[in-house]
RNA sequence: GGGCGCGUAGCUCAGUGGAAGAGCACUCGGUUUACACCCGAGCGGUCGGCAGUUCGAACCUGUCCGCGCCCA
C-alpha cells in the first residue's frame, strides 16, 4: 500500500483512460504482455538471491501431449500460488519441463513408421532413437507453447526434459545407487503385458473396466475322480499344472493327492490343496495356471508348479496342436467347443467381470511370466508414509490422507524394465561367464567381447520420481539444488496420487538423504462436463480449453477454473462458466475504465481519517476485510473461496455501490482540485490498486493491463501483496451503508411494482428515522433518482422503510393491489418470525441451556420482527381501499 | 467382495449444532457519468427417506435408498 504515482505516471494514465476500449479484448494483449514479462526476466529465479525461496516443480506433462482441461486447471492453480509467493517477496522458482513417455511416443513413432510399411526392427535401434529425437523436435512439446498461452509464469530458462544428458546422469546414479543397496533386483515373474506395444507394464500402467464374458464350468477327469473347475478364459487350460481345492473342504478330500487327465492335452495333472482357494467360489475348485494369472504363480511357487507358458509376445497360442498360432481370443471359442465335443462343458454363465487393458494403447493386457527388472518398494513406501505420519510432509485437504496411505503401505514391488527402445537405458552388462555388472554414470562399461548391454529400458516414472531434484541439477551439488530443494508443493489431481506423489517421495527421500522432495502436496479433483460427468473421448464430452482461450480470453478460463477449485474435490464447468468469468474480467476493467475517466489515481497515502466520507470508510474497511480474508483462503489453498470472495467484493459491493455511491462527488464537471473529489479519487484509486493485486495471481493479463494503466508502473508482476490493515476496519460505517443499502433497496422494490421506470426521477420527501442515517439523504436519492419536493407536492404513497420513511410523488394512484400483496407477504413473514421465537423463547429448557447469546439473538430477532408487524401494519392501513 | 466419498434451488456447488446461500438458468422492467460481457427487481428448496441424540439438526448417530471413485 505503499504504491506512488508520479505526476508524468498519472498523465499516461490519464491518457490511457480515454484510449481504453469500452470493453476487454484479451486476444489482443495476451501474446504481447507474455512475452514481455519473460523478456524482463520476471520469472526467471536466481539461485544466488537473498530472499527464501519458494519452488514449485511442474508435474512434468508428456512430451506427445497437448493441454486439456485439468493440465488448464492444475497449471492455474499452480501459478495462482507462485505468483502470489512471488508478489510476497519469495525467491519465485516454478519449473517446466516434459517426461518422455516412453510407450506413447514410441506408439507414436512407431505409427508414422507404419504408414510407410516400416517397423522399427526395419531402422533399428540406433536409427530409431534418432527418429524419435527428430519427431521431438519436430512435433513433440506442443504444450508448452499451451502453457504459455495460458500465461503461467514458469522459468523457462530452467525447462527440462527427462531425456536430457543431466536427467540421464541421474537416472543412472540413481538406478546404481539402488542397486547396490540392493533396492533393485532381476526376477522372474508375472507380469502385466501389453501384447501391441511388446513390453512389461507396472500395475498403474493397467486400467481395469468391467467386460461381459463368459463362465464356463468344466469338468476335468472322469467318473469319481472327475473335478469340476470354472474360468473366464477357457484358452488357459492348455497351461494347467494343477487343479487346486481349499484343505478343509470335504467335498474334495478324497481327491487331494490324485491326479486327472488335462482335457486336449496328453498331460496329467495334480489335485492340490492350497489355503488360498475360496470354497465359496464356484465350484471349491479352481484350476492353476502358473505362467498366466498371478494368484496362480503364487499357488505354482508354493507348489513346486512347473509353470509352461502357453502364450507368446503377441498371445498368440504356443501350444502344438489344433489351436497352434491362434489368437488368444480366437482360441478361447475354439477351446470351448473342443471341449464341448467331449462333453466336458458342464455349465456356461455370462458375466461381468474387471479386464486389464493397457493404459497407452487399450490392448487386453496379459498376465504373463516373464524376467524383470523391479524395485524393492517396501522400505521406500514405508519412508514414503512415515514423512507424511510425522508431519514433515502435509497433504491438503488432509482428507486425502487415507488414499495416499492406502497407496503407500499396499504397494507392491514395481517393474521398472520395459521393452523399449526410447528411454533410459538400463545401465546393466551382462558377461560372457553370466556376471551381471551394473554400470555407474563415471565408469566405463566392460567393452571386452562377449560383454553385452541390458537390452530394456526404463519405466518413464523413473526418471520422472526424481523430478523435484534431477531438475535442479541432482545429483551435482549445484547452486539451484541448494536454494530449492526441498520444493516448497507439489500440486497434481488426487486422481494421480500414487503416480507423482508417491513415487516422487520414495526417490526424493532416498537420494536426499531423508529430506522430503516437497513440504506439502496439494491434490484438485477432476474437471468434469456440465452435468458433473467425467470428460472421455468415447463420451464425446472433452472439451478443448485453447477454444474457450480463444473464444473468452486465458483469464476466463483461469478464473472459471480456479472459482470452480474447492479442494480435493471433483468441478463441473461448462461453456456458460467460463463465459461468466469473462463477463467478470470486463467488469473490473470497466471499473478501472470508469475510475480513470474520472482521474482516480493510487496515493501514496491515503487522505487523513478527516477527509474521508462514510462510504470511504465502509470501502476502506471492506477492502482490509477482504484483504484478510482471500490471503487466508490462498495460504490455504483455498482457490474457490478465494474467487468467490474477490468476485462479490468487486462486483457487488465497489461497482454497484461504492462506484454508483462515488458519483455523487464525481459529477461531470467538477473541478480536478475539488477537495471532496480528489478524496474520491484517491480512494478509489486504491481499492482497485489492492484489489487488481489480489486478483492478479489468478488473472495475469487483464489485471497486468488495468494496473499498469491505472499506477503508470513497470508491472503488476512484481508489485507487492497487499497486506491487511486491520486499523481499517470500520464497523460503523459498514452499518451506516448497509442501512443506506436497506432504504434504497426498499424503495427500488417499491418503484418496480408500482411499475416505476428505473429513469424516471420521482419527487420524495424524505425522513429518516434512523439516527445512523444523518447526512446519506443525498445517496439515497441518488440512487433512488429521487428528486426534492417542490411546490405542489403531494405524497401518493408513503414508503415506511426500516429507517426511513419516504414519502413519494409519483403523479397518478398506485397500484394498490400490489402494494397490499407485497406488504401482506412481509407481514406474514413477520407473524411467522415472531411465532417461531416467542416459541423459543418461552422454552424453558432453552432458555436454561442455550448460550446467552443464541437467546439474545432470538429477543433481538423478535423485536424487529414485532416493530416490522407494527410498521408493515400502519403502511396498510394507510393504503387506501382497493 | 473390501475401502473411501457424495446426495442442499432447474443445473453446478458452498454451507461442521443456533434465522437455508452463491453463480448460472428462469420471470418482469430498463438507452442511468464505466460496463447489454450491463443495470434494477423477483420467482424458486419438507437440505435423498426413516428413526434417534439434543432446548435446538442440512450439520452428530443408526438404518434404508440412489450415485460416484479406488482396490481385489
Known amino acids: 500500500m505503499n504504491e506512488t504515482t508520479t505526476p508524468a505516471a498519472q498523465g499516461a494514465a ?54 486439456h482441461v485439468g493440465h488448464a486447471l492444475n497449471q492455474s492453480i499452480q501459478d495462482a500460488i507462485i505468483r502470489r509467493k512471488r508478489m510476497q517477496g519469495f525467491e519465485a522458482l516454478y519449473l517446466p519441463g516434459m517426461d518422455h513417455a516412453g510407450i506413447a511416443t514410441q506408439n507414436v513413432v512407431e505409427r508414422e513408421l ?155 495333472i495334480p489335485i492340490i490343496a492350497d489355503e488360498h482357494v475360496d470354497p465359496e467360489f464356484g465350484t471349491g475348485a479352481v484350476k492353476v495356471t502358473p505362467a498366466h494369472d498371478p494368484n496362480d504363480f503364487e499357488i505354482g511357487r508354493r507348489h513346486h508348479l512347473a509353470m509352461p507358458t502357453i502364450l507368446d509376445e503377441h498371445a498368440n497360442i504356443t501350444v502344438h496342436g489344433p489351436f497352434l498360432g491362434m489368437d488368444r481370443f480366437e482360441a478361447r471359442p475354439a477351446v470351448v467347443a ?83 527402445w526410447w528411454g533410459h537405458r538400463i545401465p546393466i552388462w551382462y558377461g560372457p561367464n553370466d556376471e551381471v555388472v551394473c554400470v555407474g554414470p563415471d565408469e566405463e562399461p566392460p567393452s571386452e567381447d562377449g560383454w553385452y548391454q541390458d537390452s530394456d529400458v526404463l519405466d518413464t516414472w523413473f526418471s520422472s520420481g526424481l523430478w523435484p531434484f534431477s531438475t535442479l541439477g541432482w545429483p551435482e551439488q549445484t547452486a539451484d539444488l541448494a536454494k530449492f530443494y526441498p520444493t516448497s508443493v507439489l500440486h497434481t489431481g488426487y486422481d494421480i496420487i500414487f503416480f507423482w506423489v508417491a513415487r516422487m517421495m520414495m526417490f526424493g527421500l532416498y537420494a536426499m538423504d531423508g529430506v522430503q522432495p516437497f513440504d506439502k502436496v496439494v491434490l484438485s479433483g477432476l474437471v468434469r462436463d456440465q452435468y458433473g460427468k467425467k470428460m472421455s473421448k468415447s463420451k464425446g464430452n472433452v472439451v ?87 490471503d487466508g483462503l490462498y495460504e490455504d489453498f483455498q482457490f474457490a473461496k478465494a474467487m468467490e470472495a474477490l468476485y462479490h467484493f468487486a462486483w457487488d459491493e465497489v461497482c454497484d455501490w461504492y462506484i454508483e455511491l462515488s458519483k455523487l462527488r464525481l459529477p461531470i464537471g467538477v473541478a480536478a482540485d475539488d477537495p471532496d473529489a480528489q478524496t474520491a479519487r484517491a480512494v478509489l484509486g486504491h481499492v482497485l490498486d489492492v484489489m487488481l493485486r489480489l486478483l492478479h495471481p489468478a488473472v495475469p493479463y487483464v489485471t497486468e493491463t488495468l494496473w499498469t494503466a491505472l499506477t503508470g508502473r513497470e508491472s503488476i508482476v512484481i508489485a507487492q501483496w497487499p497486506q491487511a490493515d486491520p486499523a481499517r476496519t470500520d464497523k460503523a460505517a459498514e452499518a451506516v451503508i448497509e442501512a443506506v443499502q436497506e432504504v434504497v433497496t426498499e424503495v427500488r422494490r417499491f418503484r418496480t411494482d408500482q411499475g416505476v421506470k428505473d429513469t424516471q426521477r420521482v419527487a420524495a420527501r424524505l425522513t429518516l ?21 417542490e411546490d405542489g407536492f403531494g405524497a401518493t404513497a408513503t414508503l415506511v422503510a426500516t429507517g426511513a420513511k419516504v414519502e413519494l410523488d409519483t403523479s397518478g394512484t398506485i397500484d394498490v393491489a400490489a402494494e397490499r400483496k407485497r406488504l401482506e407477504k412481509g407481514l406474514a413473514a413477520a407473524r411467522k418470525e415472531v411465532e417461531a421465537a416467542t416459541a423459543k423463547l418461552g422454552n424453558a429448557d432453552f432458555l436454561a441451556k442455550a448460550p446467552d447469546a443464541v437467546v439474545d439473538k432470538i429477543r433481538k430477532r423478535l423485536a424487529d420482527a414485532e416493530s416490522d408487524i407494527a410498521r408493515v401494519g400502519a403502511q396498510l392501513e394507510a393504503l387506501p381501499s382497493a
Not at 15 to 40: D, F, H, I, M, Q
Not at 221 to 226: C, M, R
Not at 771 to 789: C, F, M, S, V
Open 14 to 67: 490519464d491518457s490511457a483512460a480515454t484510449t481504453l476500449p469500452t470493453a476487454y479484448a484479451p486476444v489482443e494483449v495476451e501474446g504481447e504482455l507474455y512475452e514481455r514479462w519473460v523478456k524482463n526476466g520476471y520469472f526467471t529465479a536466481d539461485a544466488a538471491s537473498d530472499k527464501p525461496p519458494f519452488t514449485i516443480v511442474i508435474p512434468p506433462p508428456n512430451v506427445t501431449g497437448s493441454l
Open 114 to 268: 507404419a504408414k510407410d510399411g516400416l517397423s522399427r526392427h526395419d531402422l533399428g535401434r540406433e536409427a530409431f532413437v534418432k527418429k524419435v529425437w527428430d519427431w521431438k523436435a519436430e512435433y513433440g512439446g506442443k504444450i508448452l507453447g499451451q502453457q504459455r498461452r495460458l500465461g503461467v509464469s514458469l522459468d523457462w530458462s530452467r525447462e527440462r526434459f527427462t531425456m536430457d544428458e543431466g536427467l540421464s546422469q541421474a537416472v543412472q546414479t540413481m538406478f546404481k545407487k539402488m542397486y547396490d543397496d540392493g533396492l533393485i533386483y532381476r526376477a522372474e515373474r508375472i507380469i502385466n503385458w501389453c501384447p501391441r506395444c511388446l513390453t512389461a507394464l507396472s500395475d498403474i500402467e493397467v486400467d481395469h473396466f468391467d467386460e461381459p464374458g463368459e463362465l464356463v464350468s468344466i469338468r476335468y477327469g472322469d467318473g469319481d475322480d472327475s473335478i469340476v473347475v470354472a474360468t473366464s478364459r477357457a484358452e488357459t487350460m492348455l497351461g494347467d499344472t494343477a487343479v487346486a481345492v481349499h484343505p478343509d473342504d470335504e467335498r474334495y478330500q478324497h481327491l487331494i493327492g490324485k491326479e486327472v487327465a488335462l482335457p486336449l492335452t496328453d498331460r496329467r
Open 338 to 420: 473342443a471341449l464341448r465335443e467331449q462333453g466336458r462343458i458342464v455349465g456356461q454363465k455370462q458375466l461381468l467381470r474387471p479386464v486389464g487393458h493397457c493404459s497407452r494403447c487399450d490392448t487386453v493386457v496379459e498376465p504373463r511370466l516373464s524376467m524383470q527388472w523391479w524395485v524393492k518398494v517396501e522400505p521406500l513406501a514405508k519412508a514414503a508414509g512415515d514423512a507424511v505420519r510425522d508431519g514433515r510432509v502435509q497433504i491438503h485437504p488432509k482428507e486425502m490422507e487415507p488414499r495416499y496411505f492406502a497407496w503407500v503401505d499396499n504397494m507392491h514391488d514395481w517393474t521398472i524394465s520395459r521393452q523399449l
Open 544 to 630: 478443448d480449453p485453447l477454444l474457450w482461450m480463444d473464444k473468452y480470453g486465458s483469464d476466463a478460463v483461469r478464473f472459471g477454473l480456479l472459482r470452480g477449485a474447492n479442494p480435493g474435490t471433483d468441478q463441473a464447468i461448462a461453456d456458460d462458466w467460463i463465459g461468466g468469468a469473462r463477463n467478470f474480467a470486463n467488469k473490473i476493467w470497466n471499473a478501472t475504465r470508469f475510475a480513470m475517466m474520472n482521474g482516480a489515481f493510487v496515493p501514496a497515502e491515503l487522505p487523513a481519517a478527516e477527509k474521508l466520507t462514510v462510504e470511504d470508510r465502509w470501502i476502506l474497511s471492506r477492502l482490509n476485510e477482504v484483504v484478510a480474508e482471500v
Open 769 to 789: 428515522t434512523d439516527a445512523k442515517l444523518a447526512g446519506q439523504e443525498p445517496a439515497i436519492r441518488l440512487l433512488n433518482r429521487l428528486t426534492a419536493p
